[in-house]
């Protein structure tokens, strides 16, 4: 088997892993949050620490449909989440994780705060949304709940998450695709 056909193998296989590994992750400490602190993970106001994992859109593209099948996977399994949720929910990690990956590489003194705000901005727009149809009360005080607890932990754990694993260089000791 020649070598680089090897390599493209090795790197398929580490992607694979990877993103089953982010996907386990989001879903069970979503679920242990869940249980130690329970109703922070779901409703208008939500605090999912979790979300602070969306930074590793940041370093690999595994993180997003890591990301985005570990969301789905909580939501299916957690019985908290509305109907929509399961593919709202889903599509709004996607996006972000998108969004985040193809402006990886935009920072403001090293900082990603562009990316940053992807998942702030489409959690708040779709989820609000969402939480309006459910339960009422006006759009925009949906959004804006959504906005501050999205905001909350991606701008705190997220940010903290993102220069540990730069300070270590993490993003290419184990996020390297090569």
Same mark, same amino acid.
Request: proline share 4%; net charge positive; with cysteine.
């Given at each position: 088997?020649?070598?680089?056909?090897?390599?493209?193998?090795?790197?398929?296989?580490?992607?694979?892993?990877?993103?089953?590994?982010?996907?386990?992750?989001?879903? @069970? &400490?979503?679920?242990?949050?869940?249980?130690?602190? %329970? +109703? =922070? !993970?779901? *409703?208008?106001?939500? #605090?999912?620490? /979790?979300?602070?994992?969306? @930074? &590793?859109?940041?370093?690999?593209?595994?993180?997003? %449909? +890591? =990301? !985005?099948? *570990?969301?789905?996977? #909580?939501?299916? /399994?957690?019985?908290?989440?509305?109907?929509?949720?399961?593919?709202?929910?889903?599509?709004?990690? =996607?996006?972000?994780?998108?969004?985040?990956?193809?402006?990886?590489?935009?920072?403001?003194?090293?900082?990603?705060?562009?990316?940053?705000?992807?998942?702030? =901005?489409?959690?708040?727009?779709?989820?609000?949304?969402?939480?309006?149809?459910?339960?009422?009360?006006?759009?925009?005080?949906?959004?804006?709940?959504?906005?501050?607890?999205?905001?909350?932990?991606?701008?705190?754990?997220?940010?903290?998450?993102?220069?540990?694993?730069?300070?270590?260089?993490?993003?290419?000791?184990?996020?390297?695709?090569?």
């Amino acid at each position: 088997m020649p070598i680089n056909c090897f390599m493209k193998r090795n790197s398929k296989i580490r992607f694979l892993v990877q993103a089953a590994i982010i996907a386990a992750l989001y879903a @069970v &400490l979503t679920h242990l949050q869940n249980i130690l602190l %329970p +109703g =922070l !993970t779901s *409703g208008a106001i939500q #605090f999912r620490s /979790t979300e602070a994992m969306c @930074v &590793l859109a940041f370093f690999t593209p595994a993180a997003i %449909p +890591g =990301l !985005t099948l *570990g969301c789905l996977v #909580f939501n299916l /399994t957690s019985g908290y989440a509305l109907p929509l949720d399961f593919l709202l929910g889903s599509l709004a990690s =996607l996006l972000s994780a998108l969004g985040m990956w193809y402006c990886r590489n935009i920072k403001i003194l090293k900082f990603p705060l562009l990316g940053m705000l992807f998942p702030v =901005l489409f959690n708040a727009v779709i989820v609000g949304w969402e939480l309006t149809v459910y339960i009422g009360d006006a759009f925009h005080v949906n959004a804006l709940y959504v906005a501050a607890g999205e905001a909350a932990v991606i701008f705190t754990l997220g940010t903290v998450l993102y220069f540990a694993i730069k300070s270590r260089n993490l993003d290419k000791r184990i996020f390297s695709l090569t």
